[in-house]
């Protein structure tokens, strides 16, 4: 299923290590950025979020909460996802792709992104189709998987470089692409221009797509769920928090930190299976059950975040009260169901070897953009009926979110 994700260039077929499927390969060109990706070095980049951050909330104010904007409909869905997607290029290539400046999708980067999913998702069921398809070696037909992106990464790479040889781009805070370069010298046997592109795309494929669906099921939930929306108002408030909030203020912010795991939870940003292939000797499940060898199998977190045994019976409805103690529970009998809901829901990153790298950087993006804009801005639905239109191309893509931004009143910008 997922060699319909390689991109093809020049009649070459070129795969990433998100759809490697030989491990030796994927444990070599992980090696040497895998440590870039634990908490401790992701937290280095919270400059690079601050400067994105800051950015945005001074747009949203002015396009939809000043003057002759106030009160003005937001397209919630279009600006959260200008966000999500302007953070990551600013953490990979130290410079935004102009979304929030421009407030619109530059050079269809988004577009792309989104028609090659739509393409991924059914064809990476029957990948054979593949080949008469995108990968045609005389007529290419429908979406380029990747192309867009790839090409914006060799271009900003070989820009970067001129750049930096010209005593330029010297930035207090190192991004994904200046680290990556600088392992042309440490690893000159693997990484060249080529294998820093295959792992910027990491940060592209991923980065804008999942993350701005969690941040929208964020403000969906919470516009039609007020009691939760009020209480995290008041931790929020009784809270003094910097501007943008920083990680060490809200990290241990319990009621943020329910809100941001139920909305992952209820809304997770891949809603199809990761295929896995059952390896020699083949597999007993729990139950007794036997898988043979070769078998392909897969657990959808839009399924298994819904299991009434693990998440109770309101499974299917936003209550981040969940990931609280209950009344009268137990503080062992809390840290079981703790430990179980969280095994269950962090399931959306993936597992073992190959679990999501950047879900710390996405844990650290959320928390802070929510913990800033609900401390300064009142963000909700238009309309707590209005239902929005979303759609599962493995990834999750959502629609039609009209808002209206009130700054609060509590609340001063520095």
Request: aromatic residues 12%.
């Amino acid at each position: 299923m997922y060699r319909p994700n390689d991109v093809l260039i020049n009649g070459q077929r070129l795969s990433n290590v998100f759809n490697a499927q030989d491990e030796d390969w994927h444990t070599k060109y992980m090696r040497p950025i895998r440590g870039f990706w634990t908490m401790t070095k992701v937290l280095d980049y919270e400059p690079l979020i601050d400067e994105t951050l800051v950015k945005f909330m001074e747009r949203l104010g002015k396009e939809f909460a000043e003057g002759e904007n106030d009160g003005k409909s937001c397209p919630g869905d279009d600006w959260l996802g200008y966000f999500a997607w302007d953070v990551t290029a600013n953490i990979s290539f130290g410079r935004h792709y102009g979304f929030i400046d421009q407030g619109k999708d530059v050079n269809n980067l988004i577009v792309d992104s989104t028609k090659g999913l739509y393409y991924f998702a059914p064809v990476s069921q029957i990948p054979w189709i593949d080949r008469l398809l995108d990968k045609n070696p005389f007529v290419r037909i429908g979406p380029k998987p990747t192309l867009t992106g790839v090409m914006y990464a060799f271009q900003v790479v070989a820009q970067y470089q001129a750049e930096r040889a010209e005593g330029k781009n010297q930035a207090p805070v190192a991004n994904s692409l200046d680290r990556y370069l600088r392992l042309k010298e440490e690893y000159p046997d693997i990484v060249n221009d080529a294998q820093v592109v295959n792992w910027l795309m990491l940060n592209v494929l991923a980065g804008g797509d999942t993350t701005s669906a969690t941040m929208r099921a964020v403000v969906y939930y919470l516009s039609k769920n007020p009691k939760a929306y009020e209480k995290l108002m008041q931790e929020l408030d009784s809270t003094k928090l910097s501007f943008p909030a920083q990680w060490k203020e809200i990290k241990d912010l319990p009621y943020l930190d329910a809100v941001m795991r139920e909305a992952l939870r209820i809304n997770p940003g891949i809603a199809m299976i990761f295929e896995r292939v059952v390896p020699k000797g083949g597999f007993t499940l729990p139950d007794g059950r036997y898988i043979p060898a070769g078998t392909k199998v897969g657990m959808n977190p839009a399924v298994t975040n819904r299991n009434l045994d693990v998440f109770g019976e309101d499974a299917n409805e936003f209550n981040p009260d969940r990931w609280l103690p209950k009344e009268g529970e137990l503080p062992q009998a809390f840290d079981i169901r703790l430990r179980r809901m969280r095994e269950v829901a962090d399931f959306v990153f993936g597992g073992g070897g190959r679990v999501c790298m950047g879900r710390y950087l996405a844990t650290l993006e959320i928390y802070k953009l929510f913990a800033t804009l609900y401390s300064t801005f009142d963000m909700r639905l238009a309309d707590p009926k209005h239902e929005w239109t979303y759609r599962n191309a493995w990834f999750v893509y959502q629609y039609d979110m009209p808002c209206i931004v009130k700054r609060r009143q509590k609340a001063v910008m520095a």
